[in-house]
C-alpha cells in the first residue's frame, strides 16, 4: 500500500526541498557542493538515519539518540555542530516533524477473517485521532446464552517511529502503555459487553487494565490454516473501579492482544475481551481458534 511508503517519501522531500534552500543562497562565484551541506559524512549519517529506520528495532527511538550521542562523543562531529549548527538542527527538527506528519499516513483494512461474518462496527468513536489506524468490531453470542459472549476486535495501527517489523510489537505495547493509548480503543468494547451482561453494570469511566504475569509471546500452529509461528501476546485483567471496594477494583473479564507487524511501519493486533465466568478463560486463554482465523488470513 502506497500508505506504507508515505513516511519515507515525506523524508526524502524534506531533505531534497532543503538542499534546494540551501543551492539558492550560495553566489555563483562559489562552488556548491551539496554532500557538504551538514558537515563531513553528514550526508552519510542522514542516509544511515534513514536506514535504521527500516532495521532497527525502535526506528527512531533508538537511531535519533545514537546517532545524536555518536555526534557529540566524536571530535569531529562536534566540530561539525559547530560549523553548520544551523542546517543540522534545521533537519534535525525537520525530520522529527515529517516523523510525525507521517504517523498520519492511511493504513489498510484490518484483518478480516471471512469465517466471523461482516463486523458489527468498522468505526470507533473513542479511539484516539493519532496514529492512523482501522478498527473492526465482532460481538460473538454463544448459542445458548450464558456467559460465552466475546468482543473481538481487529486493528490495523500505523507507526510512525519504525518502518520495520524487528521488535515493533514489543515497543508498540510498550508506548501505548506508558501514554494509555490501549483505553480508548478498548471503551468500544466495554460499552458492548455491558450491553449483553445482566448481572453487573460496566462504566467505561471507571475500567482499569491491569498487566496480568503471562508468557509474553505463544506459539500457534494448525496444519490445516497453514499457521506455524510464535507470536506476542499480552494477557490483561479487565477490572471494575466502580465495583470493587478497594482501590484496585474487582476483576469482570480478562483482555487478550495479539500483535504481527510488516514492512511500512503497521501494526496489525487481534483484541478479544471476555467477561469473567467464561468458560474459556480457563480452558482456552490464548484463543486458539480466533488467532489461527486471524493469523490465516
Not at 532497527?56 to 527511538?61: D, H, K, N, Q, R
Not at 493509548?181 to 468494547?189: D, T
Given at each position: ?133 482501522e478498527q473492526y468490531t465482532w460481538l460473538m453470542l454463544p448459542e445458548s446464552g450464558g456467559l460465552d459472549v466475546e468482543i473481538v476486535q481487529s486493528l490495523t495501527l500505523r507507526l510512525p517511529y519504525q518502518y520495520g517489523p524487528l521488535g515493533a510489537e514489543s515497543s508498540a505495547f510498550t508506548l501505548a ?113 480466533y488467532a489461527l482465523d486471524w493469523l490465516s488470513s
Open positions: 500500500m502506497i500508505g506504507d511508503f508515505l513516511p519515507s517519501i515525506f523524508l526524502i522531500v524534506f531533505v531534497t526541498a532543503q538542499v534546494f534552500v540551501e543551492r539558492r543562497k550560495w553566489s555563483a562565484e562559489v562552488e556548491y557542493r551539496w554532500q557538504d551541506m551538514y558537515g563531513p559524512y553528514g550526508f552519510h549519517a542522514l542516509a544511515s538515519f534513514f536506514i535504521l529506520l527500516w532495521i532497527l528495532p525502535g526506528g527512531f527511538l533508538l537511531a535519533g539518540p545514537v546517532m545524536l550521542l555518536l555526534s557529540i562523543l566524536s571530535p569531529a562531529g562536534r566540530i561539525a555542530w559547530e560549523s553548520y549548527r544551523k542546517s543540522r538542527i534545521m533537519v534535525s527538527v525537520g525530520l522529527i516533524v515529517m516523523l510525525f506528519i507521517g504517523g498520519f499516513s492511511p493504513v489498510s483494512g484490518p484483518v478480516a477473517p471471512s469465517e466471523w461474518g461482516a463486523p458489527l462496527l468498522t468505526e470507533n468513536p473513542n479511539a484516539p485521532f493519532y496514529p492512523a489506524g502503555s506508558l501514554f494509555g493509548m490501549e483505553q480508548g480503543r478498548l471503551n468500544q468494547a466495554i460499552e458492548l459487553l455491558d450491553q449483553e451482561l445482566s448481572g453487573f453494570r460496566l462504566d467505561v469511566d471507571e475500567m482499569k487494565l491491569e498487566p496480568m504475569a503471562a508468557e509474553n509471546t505463544h506459539y500457534y500452529s494448525s496444519t490445516s490454516a497453514g499457521v506455524d509461528e510464535s507470536v506476542l501476546v499480552r494477557l490483561y485483567e479487565l477490572r471494575s473501579l466502580s465495583i470493587g471496594a478497594s482501590g484496585e477494583g474487582l476483576k469482570v473479564g480478562e483482555v487478550l492482544c495479539i500483535a504481527t507487524s510488516s514492512w511500512g511501519g503497521t501494526l496489525d493486533v487481534l483484541v478479544i475481551v471476555r467477561p469473567i465466568g467464561h468458560p474459556g478463560l480457563a480452558s482456552d486463554r490464548f484463543a486458539e481458534s
